[in-house]
């Protein structure tokens, strides 16, 4: 309402009452924020007619959300895991699926102090195939403990997010966590 007043030239409140004289619903700032992110439209379009191999990702993908992605955060699918393939498998939803937008996809890695985080982020591109560019800082914490976990976190734990509220709102749906 606000840039429709700047561009007409008149007050904020001519605007309102125009509005609301002609029954045009008023967007809250959630839904005015997401046009404003995604101005050609959803990032996603989900697959509707499923193939048996489909089915079975679809299954993969919700299991993988429910047993490693982060349920508390509403506006982004977020899954992590030290195991190239869980991520694969996640990411191969997220695009055959979902139709995920790759250039929307972002990823982050939490490794251990002697881990080099040019050879992790160089590890974790390769597995996932995706863009060192994709990777944001890699947090770097002090090894703990004396069991084997370090050796199976070599490369630590990487994180791929699907910024997206919708998205992540179907999904949760699908799942069956309800707001």
């Not at 700047?6 to 959630?30: A, D, E, P």
């Not at 679809?58 to 991520?87: A, Q, W």
């Not at 069991?147 to 749906?173: H, I, P």
Request: aromatic share 10%.
């Amino acid at each position: 309402m606000a840039e429709i007043s700047l561009l007409l030239h008149f007050s904020l409140h001519t605007v309102v009452y125009w509005m609301q004289k002609y029954g045009i619903k008023r967007r809250n700032h959630s839904e005015a924020t997401y046009l404003k992110e995604n101005p050609h439209g959803d990032p996603f379009v989900i697959k509707k007619s499923l193939t048996s191999d489909d089915t079975l990702l679809f299954g993969l993908g919700m299991g993988i959300y429910l047993g490693e992605g982060n349920k508390v955060e509403k506006n982004s699918l977020r899954v992590s895991n030290t195991n190239p393939l869980i991520l694969r498998l996640f990411l191969r939803f997220l695009f055959t699926i979902c139709r995920f937008d790759k250039k929307r996809l972002s990823a982050s890695i939490v490794c251990f102090n002697d881990t080099d985080p040019n050879t992790a982020r160089a590890y974790w591109s390769g597995q996932l195939q995706i863009s060192p560019a994709k990777f944001g800082k890699i947090t770097q914490i002090p090894p703990q403990g004396k069991g084997t976990y370090k050796r199976k976190s070599k490369y630590g734990v990487c994180t791929v997010q699907a910024n997206n509220m919708k998205l992540t709102k179907w999904v949760r749906d699908q799942v069956g966590l309800l707001e």
